[in-house]
């Protein structure tokens, strides 16, 4: 599996850069599980700070990780995309509070 920050012009001769993007990034992350543990106390779907942000920063591709997806290669060589659905987040939230609890 590679990521597409790996062919990043950006990325690769701007290694300063790629840090601050990094830092950011984990920020952002952070700041989108506090924002989320808000949302589930008050019984509120999940929300992307990520998305929010992206196409008020100009940057407003999607990465896998924000929209719950990634483009799948099998055996043979079809390349394909897999989505985790909403109802299928709710189900792993669902099970993974039963597990702490």
Do not use: I
């Given at each position: 599996?590679?990521?597409?920050?790996?062919?990043?012009?950006?990325?690769?001769f701007?290694?300063?850069?790629?840090?601050?993007?990094?830092?950011?990034?984990?920020?952002?992350?952070?700041?989108?599980?506090?924002?989320?543990?808000?949302?589930?106390?008050?019984?509120?779907?999940?929300?992307?700070?990520?998305?929010?942000?992206?196409?008020?920063?100009?940057?407003?591709?999607?990465?896998?990780?924000?929209?719950?997806?990634?483009?799948?290669?099998?055996?043979?060589g079809?390349?394909?995309?897999?989505?985790?659905?909403?109802?299928?987040?709710?189900?792993?939230?669902?099970?993974?509070?039963?597990?702490?609890?």
């Amino acid at each position: 599996m590679t990521h597409g920050d790996e062919l990043d012009a950006a990325v690769k001769f701007s290694p300063w850069l790629a840090q601050l993007g990094g830092g950011a990034c984990l920020l952002v992350m952070w700041l989108n599980r506090v924002v989320n543990a808000c949302r589930r106390a008050f019984d509120l779907p999940f929300w992307s700070l990520a998305n929010y942000l992206k196409p008020r920063l100009g940057n407003a591709d999607g990465a896998w990780v924000e929209s719950c997806t990634a483009l799948v290669e099998d055996r043979s060589g079809r390349l394909s995309l897999c989505s985790w659905t909403p109802a299928e987040q709710a189900s792993a939230r669902k099970e993974a509070m039963e597990v702490a609890a």
